[in-house]
């Protein structure tokens, strides 16, 4: 039997994880490998580190190494923020009134406030490593640039953020945080970089997008002596620093003997969903133990429940290497999500090949709907979450009202991967009742999957 | 010897406190009584329950009791957010080389973003209790407001904010997530009140005062049924509550023996202050044990250190009972610091009295210098402070390199109160050397000191 459990659990520092698991171990049907956009043969290291650092190329290649030691110093910068609490949700579950047991693993209670830090801090270790001047990157919403920010000052590292324009004139609370950590942060398109200039050429008036950003900072990483380009989802390596969240609950909850029945997390590029997962779906593959896990994303942004799985570019402007993922086609337009981390076309190759096997279940959900979920979770457990996060919320909610219905104590965790403190302008829209839900047409994807590379 | 000392230190559920500790009780010279401004007579209860709740008007008048047992709906509130870490600054120890041993208490990790929720959920629970419809209070920079807002929400009170007009206007963010939570947030000077409607037919343009939100909040209160006047520092009250900040911080040292040499804290009206230091000041009237404590206030707003101790008002309007406290006058305007929540004329008659009897010392440090220490502090330890908390940490880190030079271990304490993810227009000023540093002069001074209330 349980013992009793508290309403927040942390593990002891001795009790944290050491290492890294890398899911693609356990994995019988491997992710296929990135494909150079010019060869569409498989990208050898030498040809990925002279965009990303040595070490992380290793990491992103290898997938037969089940763990990986977490060095000594990301271990140590860690135990600043982690081990994050998992909370049992007794307010929430008492409000819903539902027998269902709900458990979250709140990845907010940092100043980046989200999960992003995770692997930040990893990327810029291996960064400093090799004895690099800094690295470069892209940002839209800004959790990303602000986690960076935070792992470069920390190493003393450069770091060079271009951030979409609409957002950087939109969102400068975010631009200041990472100006506080000292990072360089450039509205994007600019006139830096070649593709920049260009793109400002023919649109002198554009707000900009993730995809030119991303062109922009691989062409300053790739052109300057002792640069190289992070990125924040999406990639393999990412996958692996952020098990750290699920090791965590794991291991958590194995010490009060708890199993969850539902795990539940937001999809973008998959770095959240990737890493809550990762631990228990060993357990699945390897026949060990059996969960339901369950993608969200946005309706606006269907990736998993309407996207093909196809090869296609991981950034719009289409210099990137091809990934074998779940895509909307790198030439969909994404609404005006207030969702910004999960507006993304594509999927994290690792989570495409696991939800193509059938590991992985997902749902698409609206906005409004979405909002709904956040405000009555944080008007009883006393947390303002992200967006992003509260697409897991809503399904949760959903989940433990099935609950309700049919009696069934079941054990529901989800990731609260952050909190809504900068989003506060699309809480504004809810409050006063001017959001709106945008789902894409059958039309808007065909013409956006017309347009996918052709391989052979 | 001390046990190996992690990175942060939680309480377990068992461990955390189930009593606010009362200060009042083991003083000697007990702070003065509350005055009503008519008949110059202590106020009394009958009198007080006009404005605020019944019981709470006990904890205030109660100065004889030293243990208030917390309601089991608050003990249990209180474990959604506490107990709050007690974190080793083992990377800003470094990062300074000095051979202190640095601590501080950390109330920023929930979503009013400071320790004024320790209060809020008191006050807000005691209304309840009491039958009342709602409570109304004034705000600021928001924090207050923020926190009431959401004790509210989770006892289903109505909550009426009255917030500076020129904050509602330039703080969007803040004013969102009161009303997320469900609050009614109205800019004054408002025309919803006698005291409003004058102001603004006196100034129409006016950005409005704390002090004349408080005539607003304090009207609203006593001419609608049902409603209470709550107030987020200064009252003893408040004191009371925030004592747990220290009891959790008094019992996660003595569980690894750790005994802090100094305890520092920011002071404005004195809740966290009072809050942090109580059991330690416990120890030491009783001479058990011995600390320095400091307290931090801002050179532009100096009510310790350059203010009278004497009888004053409490709010700007000169309708609330009078404090015997360090006040630099009512009529005191203090310059634009951006630290908002140290911006009060006056200080806890409590913290005043224990000041005026040498048991605590006070330093008042300049803007700049406080967003300097704020920036250093955030690099290496991971957290993006408030200004009000970088007062304390400012001091620390001064205290920590007098150690570096003497060779002393000595082991300090802070309280960090909270983060700074509303100020961030505040951080860009710095980042741009915008910012500039004011200190009154002895006129300034002496101009408000002459308008003193002549008791006698």
Not at 137 to 161: N, R
Not at 315 to 325: F, Q
Not at 355 to 383: C, L, M, N, P, W
């Amino acid at each position: 039997m349980n013992k009793e459990i508290p309403y927040k659990i942390y593990l002891d520092e001795n009790e944290m994880p050491k290492q890294w698991y890398n899911i693609r171990a356990d994995m019988k049907n491997k992710p296929a490998p990135l494909l150079n956009p010019g060869t569409l043969k498989p990208m050898t290291a030498d040809e990925l580190e002279h965009v990303f650092c040595k070490e992380l190329v290793q990491q992103e290649l290898n997938d037969t190494d089940a763990f990986f030691d977490i060095p000594d110093e990301i271990l140590r910068f860690y135990k600043m923020y982690r081990p994050s609490p998992l909370v049992r949700a007794y307010c929430l579950e008492e409000r819903l009134q539902t027998p269902a047991k709900i458990y979250y693993k709140f990845e907010g209670n940092n100043t980046s406030g989200s999960h992003k830090l995770n692997s930040a801090i990893a990327q810029a270790y291996y960064a400093k490593k090799q004895g690099l001047k800094g690295v470069t990157t892209e940002t839209g919403a800004g959790q990303w640039g602000t986690a960076l920010s935070m792992a470069c000052s920390y190493f003393e590292l450069d770091c060079k953020v271009y951030m979409v324009k609409v957002s950087y004139e939109q969102k400068p609370f975010r631009r200041e945080v990472m100006r506080t950590y000292g990072a360089s942060v450039t509205p994007s398109p600019s006139n830096h970089t070649a593709v920049g200039q260009k793109i400002l050429d023919e649109h002198p008036n554009t707000g900009g997008s993730l995809g030119c950003a991303i062109s922009e900072a691989v062409e300053v990483a790739t052109t300057n002596d002792g640069y190289r380009y992070v990125l924040g989802s999406v990639l393999n390596q990412v996958l692996l620093h952020q098990s750290i969240i699920g090791l965590e609950t794991k291991a958590a909850m194995d010490k009060y003997e708890i199993k969850p029945d539902i795990i539940i997390g937001c999809a973008g590029g998959g770095s959240n969903l990737g890493g809550l997962i990762s631990p228990f779906m060993g357990e699945k593959l390897k026949g060990l133990a059996d969960y339901d896990f369950i993608a969200v994303e946005p309706a606006s942004c269907p990736s998993f429940t309407r996207g093909k799985f196809a090869y296609d570019f991981c950034d719009t402007g289409m210099v990137c290497p091809l990934s074998k993922m779940y895509t909307l086609g790198s030439n969909f337009i994404p609404s005006a999500n207030h969702a910004g981390g999960l507006r993304y076309h594509g999927m994290s190759s690792t989570l495409s090949q696991l939800y193509h096997d059938g590991f992985i279940k997902a749902v698409a959900v609206e906005q409004t709907s979405v909002f709904e979920a956040a405000q009555k979770f944080a008007r009883v457990e006393g947390i303002l979450p992200a967006p992003e996060s509260s697409h897991a919320i809503k399904v949760a909610i959903d989940e433990a009202l099935k609950c309700k219905e049919t009696g069934e104590e079941k054990t529901i965790l989800f990731g609260l991967t952050g909190t809504g403190y900068f989003d506060l302008m699309a809480y504004r829209k809810f409050n006063d009742k001017e959001m709106s839900d945008y789902i894409p047409t059958d039309e808007d994807l065909q013409n956006s999957f017309d347009k996918l590379p052709k391989l052979s």
